[in-house]
């Protein structure tokens, strides 16, 4: 854990909310050190509700990084990943990710509570639903 790079991750925090966002902000390292990227969360700015740090960075880093420079990679950011974050995380091939909150402490620091979990209804039809799926995994 490099404490200059989580700080540097809370100071884009603190960007990301001065310019009218919610309050995150990562940096991507690379294995050498150097800082590969950096980006705050502009989900408001952007009108798009996608637009965490951690999001934009893992698309950066498998559009541009190869296989093993990812994953010799670490990011850094404010706050644990959410779900959709860490889904894309995983896909990257990005090699850690250190964090500063994690998700229950964030959760203590909302007052007015978090987002309503969206009700789900499944698995349904799995016969059918496997058939594109098969094979395609190795």
Not at 52 to 65: G, V
Not at 99 to 118: C, H, I, M, R, S
Request: glycine content about 12%.
């Amino acid at each position: 854990m490099n404490e200059e790079h989580v700080r540097r991750a809370i100071a884009l925090a603190a960007e990301a909310r001065a310019g009218g966002n919610p309050p995150f902000g990562s940096l991507l390292v690379g294995p050498d050190g150097s800082v590969l990227a950096e980006e705050r969360n502009s989900s408001l700015s952007d009108d798009d509700i996608t637009a965490h740090p951690e999001l934009k960075l893992a698309r950066w880093a498998a559009r541009s990084l190869d296989a093993e420079t990812a994953a010799g990679t670490t990011m850094y950011t404010s706050c644990e990943p959410c779900g959709m974050c860490a889904g894309a995380l995983a896909r990257s091939g990005i090699g850690q990710v250190v964090f500063a909150l994690a998700t229950e402490q964030l959760n203590g620091l909302k007052t007015g509570g978090g987002f309503p979990a969206v009700p789900t209804d499944g698995p349904h039809l799995y016969d059918e639903a496997k058939v594109p799926v098969e094979g395609y995994y190795p």
